[in-house]
């Protein structure tokens, strides 16, 4: 399967730990984006890639989220000091150069107790 | 900022009716995208529109951009228990790197 994968697809963690999550996008897609989606909400724009420089992030971010594509290929997001406010589906999608269209991983599933 | 609307939040339908769901837009877009989402899945791209006014339709699904590019509808005729799922619309973000900001979605339901 070449699609998106992410890892894990699911964490439990109590407040106040760190967590990473791994997304590893299709091949030849240059482009990586960091969704996060509630319930009954779509996703949200977290923070993107073009190869391994981020070049944008959401505002609504915190400083206790950091993001990394260090090769241009993999990417992952750290949340540190957790929070319950931090559960929630973390959704990776991809996408090539001059498309608009994301192809989305199955996304990891983040609670926080 | 620009901001997309879905309307209605919830549409519950018996099989064989029909479905429409909108979305609206604060500003004028460039283009716009529809998604599905299955229950405990991920969003799954379905199609993107550009031009103004334009009509594509895939099979059971009519996808319908607004002449000022401010709205869009997908219409489902004879819904199957199979289009169940919440559709998303979404349009690209204030920069042109291809990021969306999406809708809350509609969510279907089929009683079969």
């Known amino acids: 399967d070449t699609g998106v994968s992410q890892d894990p697809r699911h964490k439990i963690t109590k407040r106040g730990q760190n967590v990473t999550f791994r997304c590893d996008p299709i091949?030849?897609?240059?482009?990586l984006y960091w969704y996060r989606q509630t319930l009954g909400q779509g996703p949200e724009f977290l923070t993107y890639?073009?190869?391994?420089?981020?070049?944008?992030k959401s505002r609504l971010l915190s400083d206790r989220f950091s993001a990394e594509r260090p090769k241009g290929s993999f990417s992952t997001l750290e949340i540190q000091r957790t929070e319950q406010g931090d559960s929630a589906m973390y959704l990776c999608a991809s996408s090539s150069a001059g498309s608009e269209t994301q192809y989305f991983g199955p996304g990891t599933r983040l609670l926080v107790l | 900022g620009q901001q997309v609307m879905q309307i209605p939040q919830y549409q519950h339908v018996q099989e064989g009716e029909d479905f429409t769901t909108y979305c609206n837009s604060s500003t004028t877009l460039s283009n716009i995208q529809w998604y599905k989402q299955r229950p405990g899945g991920h969003p799954v791209f379905l199609i993107q529109?550009?031009?103004?006014?334009e009509v594509k339709k895939q099979k059971r699904l009519t996808f319908q951009f607004g002449e000022a590019k401010k709205n869009s509808s997908l219409h489902i005729t004879a819904t199957q228990t199979t289009d169940v799922g919440t559709y998303f619309c979404?349009?690209?973000?204030?920069?042109?790197?291809?990021?969306?900001?999406f809708g809350d979605g509609t969510t279907l339901t089929v009683k079969p």
């Open positions: 890639f073009q190869n391994e420089a981020q070049l944008e």
């Open positions: 091949s030849e897609h240059n482009r």
């Open positions: 979404a349009g690209p973000g204030n920069t042109n790197a291809g990021k969306s900001t």
């Open positions: 529109l550009v031009k103004s006014g």
